[in-house]
């Protein structure tokens, strides 16, 4: 059983919760027993560690089963350890490594896809995993986030996809540009998430909501600005009927993603 939380493998662990540790290792973090089930569930061999205390891998024998079918090795810590390793408070008996794992965005496009996100300069893990995760609930064939979005595999970004980043390809580091293009290229059109957009009732009732489509959606203080709104084929608003300043963009995102979910399949 691992029980120094000052020893050198638990701190190389420790440090992916740093971009710069996760830029030169190409690992990430994983924590808790249901991000760790999704993982072996979808590809044991992304595993490098898994850590768990006697008493959680005692009471998720599911994943003590999964990882023996998947052949991954699961090693004992003490509490300690493991909250050294984790990044949140409450890791819930359970740390993964794992390898990243990106999509090309060539590979995103060459599948046909009829419903895409695309995150520009969403800077929120919290935002950003959730809208990967809303992606994956309907129905989408892939998220893609441009090089100037939150890492990927910042350990909030991961935790908030609930598991859903092991369900379908998320593509990082393209320029907004490059990824407008290759979605036009596909037959997919453009619809950019803003309140200078016209009236998303108004896109429903003219069909457009059942196109193959790439939602795209800016950052969360200001938005997509003017010159890569332009770039969109339209801007789409959502209403506001009560007295709420504004939306959350991971709100507004799942509102937009499900309107084409239920267009594309009616």
């Known amino acids: 059983m691992l029980d120094n939380p000052r020893s050198p493998r638990v701190r190389a662990v420790a440090k992916l919760a740093k971009k710069g540790a996760r830029s030169e290792t190409g690992l990430f973090l994983l924590e808790g027993p249901q991000a ?30 999964l990882a023996r079918s ?21 890791p819930q008996g ?9 999509t090309a965005v060539r590979d995103v496009f060459a599948q046909g896809p009829r419903l895409v996100a695309i995150l520009e300069e969403v800077r929120d893990p919290g935002n950003a995993g959730t809208i990967i995760r809303a992606a994956d ?27 859903s980043l092991f369900h ?23 619809l950019a998430a803003d309140i200078k957009g016209d009236d998303l009732l108004a896109v429903r009732t003219e069909g457009l909501l059942a196109r193959p489509t790439a939602w795209l959606f800016g950052n969360e203080a200001h938005g997509l600005d003017d010159a890569d709104l332009a770039l969109a084929d339209r801007p789409v608003a959502l209403p506001i009927y009560g007295r ?20 594309q399949r009616s």
Not at 74 to 84: H, I, S, Y
Not at 97 to 102: D, H, N, S, T, Y
Not at 145 to 161: E, F, I, Q
Not at 169 to 183: E, H, I, M, N, S
């Open 137 to 163: 609930a309907a129905g989408a064939d892939a998220v893609i986030l441009t090089g100037r979005t939150v890492d990927l595999y910042n350990p909030k970004v991961v935790r908030s996809t609930t598991g």
């Open 36 to 65: 760790v089930s999704e993982a072996l569930a979808s590809d044991p061999g992304l595993l490098i560690d898994l850590f768990a205390t006697p008493t959680a891998l005692e009471r998720h024998t599911a994943i003590a089963e």
């Open 244 to 263: 709420a300043e504004s939306l959350n963009l991971a709100t507004a995102a799942s509102v937009c993603l499900y309107e084409s979910a239920f267009a």
């Open 94 to 102: 359970f740390v993964a490594v794992c390898r990243q794992f990106p």
């Open 168 to 190: 379908l390809p998320v593509a990082v580091g393209a320029t907004l540009a490059d990824v407008l293009d290759r979605a036009r290229e596909a037959g997919l059109q453009v």
């Open 70 to 90: 998947g052949g991954v090795e699961v090693e004992f810590v003490t509490e300690q350890v493991l909250d050294a390793m984790a990044d949140t408070v409450t």
